[in-house]
């Protein structure tokens, strides 16, 4: 697996754990997830893997942000060693956030 990537799927994994922490509907995360779902068919192979800079996880990250959740994503960040990158990236954590939520999706379908 080339580097990149390998490093790219440790932050996903990180953030998603984390992001066990946030608080966040069952209903209005299905209906999110559900979105980006589209935007991801949208873009080709349903059988790729989310990447970071996925049109579809900037979607989802879009719809589900809010300073409170980016709050609590932050400090149960801060509590998993190896998270001093997404910790330092705001932006990026929400994002892998994201990218973890809809790869659980697709892993479900």
Do not use: S
Not at 45 to 57: I, K, Q, S, T
Not at 77 to 101: H, I, K, Q, S, V
């Amino acid at each position: 697996m080339p580097e990149r990537l390998t490093g790219e799927v440790e932050l996903v994994v990180l953030a998603f754990v984390a992001g066990q922490q946030v608080p966040l509907p069952e209903d209005e995360r299905n209906a999110a997830v559900r979105r980006a779902l589209f935007v991801f068919a949208a873009g080709g192979d349903l059988h790729r893997e989310p990447a970071l800079d996925d049109p579809a996880v900037f979607e989802l990250a879009r719809d589900l942000d809010n300073p409170e959740r980016r709050a609590t994503l932050d400090g149960a960040l801060r509590t998993l060693e190896g998270a001093d990158r997404l910790t330092a990236d705001p932006d990026l954590a929400w994002r892998a956030y994201a990218c973890g939520l809809l790869a659980e999706a697709i892993g479900e379908e």
